[in-house]
């Protein structure tokens, strides 16, 4: 086509989006120093930079106060011990319980110094 000053791209929003992707990946892991956070299975679910937590998408999906982990709305987590976002007790101080599957009660038996997992309230995979 001559003299036409644009290509047409049926895929242009998807390219826009993995460009984007692969920008915010290459400068979060130039630009900060992060370290791994695990799920139970000791699968690396997400990030952890500074005080703030990231998803594999590296989205913000939460932050931290020392070691107490909250979500991005304010909600008490757990706590960050060793990599591992946990809870010492199977129901939080207001007694609500937390979702304990047969992986997790094996995992806490294993690791009574880390607690149950809650990594999925921030992550969504439940293990």
Not at 14 to 26: F, P, V
Not at 81 to 95: A, F, H, P, T, V
Request: glycine share 8%; proline share 2%; aromatic share 14%.
């Amino acid at each position: 086509m001559e003299g036409c000053a644009s290509a047409i791209n049926l895929n242009k929003q998807i390219s826009r989006k993995r460009y984007k992707k692969l920008i915010e990946a290459m400068n979060f892991t130039k630009n900060a120093k992060f370290s791994n956070v695990k799920n139970l299975q000791h699968k690396v679910v997400g990030w952890k930079s500074s005080n703030l937590l990231f998803n594999q998408d590296y989205e913000l999906v939460g932050y931290m106060d020392g070691t107490k982990v909250f979500n991005i709305v304010n909600e008490y987590i757990g706590e960050f011990i060793n990599g591992y976002i946990s809870l010492k007790d199977n129901r939080y101080e207001s007694g609500e319980p937390i979702l304990t599957t047969e992986a997790n009660i094996e995992f806490y038996k294993q690791n009574p110094y880390i607690g149950f997992d809650v990594s999925f309230r921030l992550f969504g995979e439940i293990v």
